[in-house]
Nanobody, 119 residues
Framework: VQLQACGGGAVQAGGSLRLSCAAS???????MGWYRRFPGKQRELVAA???????DYEDSVKGRFTISRDNAKNTVYLQMNLLKPEDTAVYYC???????????????WGQGTLVTVSS
């Protein structure tokens, strides 16, 4: 499975960005998600969505970020609104091609995309 992510960049606090990630190489991708890594920390879940549409969000992004997907295109999106400086991190797309249709971290990662939020 290959994941191609795009959409990162720099924005001021309160602004918005939209990340997208397209998966290829598998006929059935179940959970797709976004993780982020702060300097010196491990990657943490930001949001994930199953093929059936079940979602999960990290508490600090609830109400500000929205994850969605287009199953026909094997593409996941992360709409990030009301961005805060503490959202600054490298964001990674993740995909799971197991047969399990519940939220789980998969073994496939896209290249990171940097999101920088200035105050």
């Amino acid at each position: 499975v290959q994941l191609q992510a795009c959409g990162g960049g720099a924005v001021q606090a309160g602004g918005s960005l939209r990340l997208s990630c397209a998966a290829s190489g598998s006929s059935r991708i179940n959970t797709m998600g976004w993780y982020r890594r702060f300097p010196g920390k491990q990657r943490e879940l930001v949001a994930a969505i199953t093929r059936g549409g079940t979602t999960d969000y990290e508490d600090s992004v609830k109400g500000r970020f929205t994850i969605s997907r287009d199953n026909a295109k094997n593409t996941v999106y992360l709409q990030m609104n009301l961005l805060k400086p503490e959202d600054t991190a490298v964001y990674y797309c993740n995909a799971d091609d197991s047969p399990y249709d519940y939220i789980r971290r998969g073994g496939w990662w896209g290249q990171g995309t940097l999101v920088t939020v200035s105050s």
